[in-house]
């Protein structure tokens, strides 16, 4: 089955019962996911017999998905491109690895294990990333040293069987219904595969929560157990001034004295944020990294590039900001 060329990843796949698994150390490596686990969406057809016995194939607005090596038509629901993200399984891997590349953890990527994992002729994947030169100490309830190691994973499928999700922390070992055993997460967030979903916005923020594990372990767990409501995200958005005035419309309307556009944005984040993060600074930290960095425009360069400069230094200038750091009970910058 592995008659290929041999890369890292190939070289070192084993098969279990129709599912691979390949450990290696190259986390450029997406060989394995671009060969056994690639699918092209296929047009669906209705069959119907007309009174004569005459069999006439009608072509549906649905699709279903044909593995590109076995060229097997995989037993998926059908669905609708119109309304489904099929994001190839390589694809997603090489964003991971380019993001992280680009990432504050750049100088750590030498010493890594990557695990790629494919269940159901690659209908569902997993791929796990330890970062050797990264580690958490920990102390177990009877007081013993607990090594953890810093990790990144990720959980996808093509046929929405299971949500994207992204982990990172530092801990030994993570189930797939999401069960951490020891150490603890950093960041953990799932989303339904629909056209809109931005894989990157949350691998962004996964590679963000380990990249404040290593640097600013502190603010970050201050952040995460920080209690912060909707209303008070709010307030400090406006307090901080991140929430602009709206020009000269606001001089004859009080209630459009601040950008209600920009502020409902935020807030939705927010609250994209609360089912895992809790009402808490973290969730509200990651709203605003996520408007910054993932504009709808973020790729159009030019000036829509500037304006995603922008908005990056406004939410620096946000964390900065007294109204921020006092609700955190921090010092004034």
């Given at each position: 089955m592995f008659d290929l060329?041999?890369?890292?990843?190939?070289?070192?796949?084993?098969?279990?019962?129709g599912d691979i698994t390949?450990?290696?150390?190259?986390?450029?490596?997406?060989?394995?996911?671009?060969?056994?686990?690639?699918?092209?969406?296929?047009?669906?057809?209705?069959?119907?017999?007309?009174?004569?016995?005459?069999?006439?194939?009608?072509?549906?607005?649905?699709h279903a998905l044909q593995n590109q090596r076995t060229k097997a038509v995989v037993?998926?629901?059908?669905?609708?491109?119109?309304?489904?993200?099929?994001?190839?399984?390589?694809a997603l891997m090489r964003e991971q690895s380019d993001i992280l590349g680009g990432s504050g953890l750049r100088d750590y990527l030498g010493n890594v294990e990557v695990c790629d994992r494919i269940y159901e002729q690659g209908?569902?994947?997993?791929?796990?990333?330890?970062?050797?030169?990264?580690a958490d100490v920990s102390r177990t309830r009877t007081g013993k040293e607990d090594l953890s190691c810093c990790r990144l994973d990720i959980f996808n499928s093509v046929d929405k069987s299971w949500c994207f999700?992204?982990?990172?922390?530092?801990?030994?070992?993570?189930?797939?219904?999401?069960?951490?055993?020891?150490?603890?997460?950093?960041?953990?967030?799932?989303?339904?595969?629909?056209?809109?979903?931005s894989t990157g916005a949350l691998i962004t923020k996964g590679v963000l929560g380990l990249e404040m594990w290593n640097e600013q372990?502190?603010?970050?767990?201050?952040?995460?157990?920080?209690?912060?409501s909707e209303k008070q995200f709010n307030d400090v958005l406006i307090e901080s001034g991140l929430i602009?005035?709206?020009?000269?419309?606001?001089?004859?309307?009080?209630?459009?004295?601040?950008n209600q556009r920009k502020l409902g944005t935020l807030l939705k984040l927010y609250n994209d944020e609360v089912p895992e993060l809790g009402n808490t600074m973290w969730a509200a930290f990651n709203a605003v990294t996520s408007w910054s960095t993932h504009r709808p425009d973020a790729n159009a360069g030019g000036r829509a590039e500037k304006k995603k400069m922008n908005s990056e230094l406004s939410v620096r200038n946000l964390v900065q900001s007294d109204a921020w750091r006092n609700f955190a009970g921090l010092e004034a910058a």
């Open positions: 060329i041999r890369t890292n990843a190939i070289a070192n796949a084993k098969e279990d019962g390949s450990i290696h150390h190259d986390l450029t490596d997406c060989s394995l996911y671009d060969e056994f686990a690639n699918f092209d969406p296929v047009p669906v057809e209705a069959i119907t017999t007309d009174d004569l016995g005459v069999v006439h194939p009608q072509r549906m607005k649905y037993d998926v629901a059908p669905f609708s491109p119109e309304t489904y993200n099929l994001k190839p399984h390589g209908l569902r994947v997993h791929r796990t990333i330890k970062f050797y030169d990264l999700q992204i982990f990172s922390g530092a801990y030994r070992t993570l189930c797939q219904n999401t069960l951490v055993f020891g150490g603890e997460k950093a960041y953990h967030q799932k989303a339904k595969h629909t056209k809109n979903m372990s502190n603010t970050m767990s201050l952040y995460r157990e920080k209690a912060m602009d005035k709206q020009g000269k419309v606001a001089e004859n309307n009080e209630e459009l004295k601040v």
